[in-house]
């Protein structure tokens, strides 16, 4: 089955500097890739997707870029803010198919 | 607003109990899934369901077993609880023209 790495497992960022997670996987196959942010104590809750058909994709403050022949993908955080501060999950999984298979989870810490 | 919602959202049990969690969901999806979240261990599948007679093994199915009793209802059960199920367990949907994931608020069972 797929299986995701995130790295690093804790990044610690000054508040205003860019925070970069990345994720691989194994399977060619997967062709969907989310991340979900868990602030502490709460559900973790979908930030941003890609499909295998786009490179980049951007929403205010945050991007995803994918690159598929390296099989890995990142979480870009521009312009980090205290609320940034939380657990970031990557997944994969083939669309349509819907299994997610989630990496283990990245601590981001946003010093003010 | 549509939820998906966990019952109960803490429990402490004993070891060899039988022990059931439910998830009840208003969204209107077909598929529901099960994760148990464990720190450093990230996110891992234990069942899942893309219809009412549809239901599969995770990644980590042994110990525990599964009933959709309607498209809104999937429920987890531990036949006979054990320490190392201590863990945080989230339910999750989604439907079948969508990939992103909803997620409970989550249950945390403690096995004494």
């Known amino acids: 089955g797929e299986n995701v790495e995130q790295h690093p497992s804790t990044l610690s960022v000054q508040e205003g500097d860019s925070a970069v997670i990345k994720c691989t996987y194994s399977?060619?196959?997967?062709?969907?890739f989310p991340w979900y942010k868990q602030e502490l104590g709460k559900r973790p809750q979908l930030i941003i997707d890609i499909r295998s058909n786009v490179g980049e994709k951007k929403d205010q403050r945050i991007a995803v870029t994918l690159n598929k022949t390296a099989k890995h993908f990142s979480l870009h955080i521009t312009e980090t803010q205290p609320e940034d501060s939380a657990v970031y999950f990557c997944a994969a999984s083939i669309y349509g198919n819907n299994r997610l298979a989630f990496g283990k989870g990245n601590q981001v810490v946003v010093i003010p | 607003d549509a939820d998906v919602t966990q019952t109960p959202r803490n429990r402490i049990t004993k070891t060899g109990k039988r022990i059931m969690l439910e998830c009840s969901q208003t969204?209107?999806?077909?598929?529901m899934y099960w994760y148990r979240q464990d720190p450093g261990l990230g996110l891992r599948l234990i069942y899942y369901?893309?219809?009412?007679?549809?239901?599969n093994k995770g990644e980590i199915s042994d110990g525990y077993s599964v009933s959709r009793q309607a498209q809104a209802k999937f429920s987890l059960s531990l036949e006979s609880a054990i320490p190392n199920q201590t863990a945080l367990y989230f339910c999750a949907t989604s439907d079948s023209y969508r990939d992103g994931y909803t997620f409970g608020s989550g249950t945390r069972l403690t096995v004494v």
């Open positions: 399977d060619s196959a997967s062709n969907y």
């Open positions: 369901s893309f219809d009412v007679k549809d239901i």
């Open positions: 969204k209107g999806h077909d598929r």
